[in-house]
């Protein structure tokens, strides 16, 4: 069992700068960033493949969030810029051995969610 651990996240105004982090206890083909709003879906926020070739993100995060990773730590980054308070939300990182797409069911584990909070 892969374990999850995250950290980075805070509160901080709106169009400032978070950096969220996630170490996963062994190497995993895919990673990647879910996050769910008070009273609404989760939704995938960003994914990475293991060669980095494969990189998805939500279109109301693109160009403003980058996601990355570093394979020698089984870590992978999200660097979130320009936050908005619609940012807000419980950000959870996420594994995959099989998929990219890292649809739901896709998704082989969950970190135990960190909370990233925008005031305007």
């Known amino acids: 069992q892969v374990q999850l651990v995250e950290s980075g996240g805070g509160l901080v105004q709106a169009g400032g700068s978070l950096r969220l982090s996630c170490t996963a206890s062994y190497s995993v083909y895919a990673m990647g960033w879910y996050r769910q709003a008070p009273g609404k879906e989760r939704k995938l926020v960003a994914a990475?493949?293991?060669?980095?070739?494969?990189?998805y993100y939500a279109d109301s995060v693109k160009g403003r969030f980058t996601i990355s990773r570093n394979n020698a730590n089984n870590a992978v980054y999200l660097q979130m810029n320009a936050l908005k308070p619609e940012d807000t939300a419980v950000y959870y990182c996420v594994t995959s051995g099989r998929s990219s797409r890292m649809a739901e069911g896709d998704i082989d584990y969950w970190g135990q969610g960190t909370q990233v909070t925008v005031s305007s």
């Open positions: 990475i493949d293991y060669e980095g070739d494969k990189i």
